[in-house]
C-alpha cells in the first residue's frame, strides 16, 4: 500500500509518499514540498497546489491519502487562507478517486513517537528512524508529510480506528 501524506500550508505544502510493504516494513518513496511564493494572490497559489498534487498523484498513484486537520490559536487570518488550500486540496484527492482520512495533530504525534506532545525534534528524529533514513528529511514540512503518511498505514493497518 502506497500512502501519500499532506500537511497543508498556502506557503508550503508537505508531502510524504510511504510505502507499506508485505513484512509491514516502511519505505519513504518520495518526499518534498510545493511552495507558492509570497507575493501571488491567492486563486494563483491555490491553482499552483492543485496542479503540482496532481502531477504527484498522477507520478505516483497512491492508494489513499492523509491529511493533517487544520489546528490554530490566535492568528484567525492564518488559519482561513490554510483552510482554503485544505479544501483545494481535499478536492484534489478526493477528485483522483483516493480514500482521504483526515488526522489531528496530536494524533500524529502519537502514531510516530507515542506522546500526543511530542516535540518536533523527536517527531523528526522518529519518522527518520522508522523509514530508515540517513538523515532527517528536510525541509520540515516534507518530514511532517512523510509523518502523516506513516500515521494514515498505521490508522488503516488498526481498521482506520483513533490511534488515541
Known amino acids: 500500500m502506497l500512502s501519500l501524506g499532506i500537511d497543508p500550508g498556502t506557503a508550503i505544502v508537505g508531502y510524504g509518499l510511504v510505502r507499506e510493504h508485505n513484512d509491514g516494513s516502511l519505505e519513504a518513496i518520495n518526499y518534498g514540498v510545493i511552495r507558492t511564493p509570497?507575493?501571488?494572490?491567492?486563486?494563483?497559489?491555490?491553482?499552483?497546489?492543485?496542479?503540482?498534487?496532481?502531477?504527484?498523484i498522477e507520478k505516483y498513484q497512491p492508494d489513499r491519502a492523509g491529511v493533517e486537520e487544520l489546528f490554530f490559536s490566535r492568528n484567525v487570518t492564518t488559519a482561513i487562507?490554510?483552510?482554503?488550500?485544505?479544501g483545494v486540496i481535499l478536492l484534489t484527492l478526493q477528485n483522483a478517486g483516493l480514500t482521504i482520512a483526515e488526522y489531528k495533530p496530536n494524533m500524529i504525534k502519537q502514531s510516530?513517537?507515542?506522546?500526543?506532545?511530542?516535540?518536533?525534534a523527536q517527531m523528526q528524529e522518529m519518522v527518520r528512524l522508522l523509514l530508515g533514513l540517513e538523515k532527517i528529511p528536510?525541509?520540515?514540512d516534507a518530514a511532517d508529510g512523510l509523518a502523516i503518511a506513516i500515521t494514515d498505514i498505521h490508522s488503516h493497518r488498526l481498521g482506520g480506528y483513533d490511534l488515541i
Not at 497546489?49 to 496532481?54: D, F, K, T, V
Not at 487562507?81 to 485544505?86: E, F, I, L, N
Open 138 to 140: 528536510r525541509p520540515d
Open 112 to 120: 510516530i513517537a507515542g506522546y500526543g506532545g511530542a516535540g518536533k
Open 38 to 56: 509570497a507575493k501571488t494572490p491567492m486563486p494563483e497559489r491555490l491553482q499552483t497546489i492543485h496542479e503540482s498534487l496532481n502531477t504527484i
Open 81 to 86: 487562507t490554510v483552510a482554503q488550500a485544505r
